[in-house]
């Protein structure tokens, strides 16, 4: 296959998984979307965390929201978990890589906030225990995976949203957890500044 070919054959299967993630994500993002902004209505904050990409994600995530997304509007309260590299390699060093997140969760979320786990295959363990952490704090979670869930589908209460990427590839997963990103920081930002209901 010409390298042309197959650089096509790239933007087509992104561009095809992208049309069956809105069928089937549209619902629960909507209901990620309207969980996220009762949270920061309240005066609650948003903390996000995933590994590799998916920390860069949270990382995006929380910036749109701190800063902005497409239109002026006050600060918002996100928090990545991915960046202070003293509590990461402290918690990594001394505990388990497992606790990086879990033990930031645990001190510096309250009820009332809202988790953002963001993991490509749903088995990160460090993500897993971030999430049993929130549910000790009383924090909802939204879990943005791909490939069914993985572990992480059977940790989710009913309170929680589940934002599951339908498809396997790693590359297609994670093209649309920056889309579904997207989705979110419009829909906060059309629900908050009254565009929408």
């Given amino acids: 296959m010409e390298l042309i070919q197959r650089i096509r054959g790239q933007f087509e299967d992104s561009a095809r998984t992208k049309l069956d993630a809105a069928d089937a994500m549209a619902v629960p993002i909507e209901g990620a979307t309207r969980l996220m902004v009762e949270a920061l209505q309240s005066g609650h904050k948003i903390l996000a965390c995933g590994n590799g990409g998916s920390a860069a994600d949270a990382q995006h995530f929380a910036a749109e929201l701190v800063n902005r997304f497409e239109r002026e509007r006050p600060p918002l309260a996100g928090l990545a978990l991915t960046t202070d590299s ?42 897993q225990e971030a999430i049993r952490a929130a549910h000790q704090r009383s924090i909802r979670v939204i879990a943005l995976t791909g490939r069914g869930g993985g572990a992480i589908a059977g940790l989710l209460l009913d309170s929680d949203v589940h934002l599951c990427v339908p498809a396997s590839r790693t590359a297609r997963i994670q093209e649309v957890h920056l889309l579904v990103i997207h989705c979110l920081c419009d829909g906060i930002d059309a629900v908050l500044l009254g565009d929408t209901p």
């Avoid at 402290?90 to 009332?112: C, H, T």
């Avoid at 963001?118 to 460090?126: A, D, K, V």
């Fill in 86 to 127: 003293s509590n990461l390699t402290s918690i990594g060093n001394d505990y388990r890589f497992e606790e990086v997140f879990s033990k930031q969760v645990l001190a510096l979320g309250r009820p009332g906030d809202v988790l953002l786990a963001i993991s490509t295959s749903g088995n990160s363990p460090n993500v």
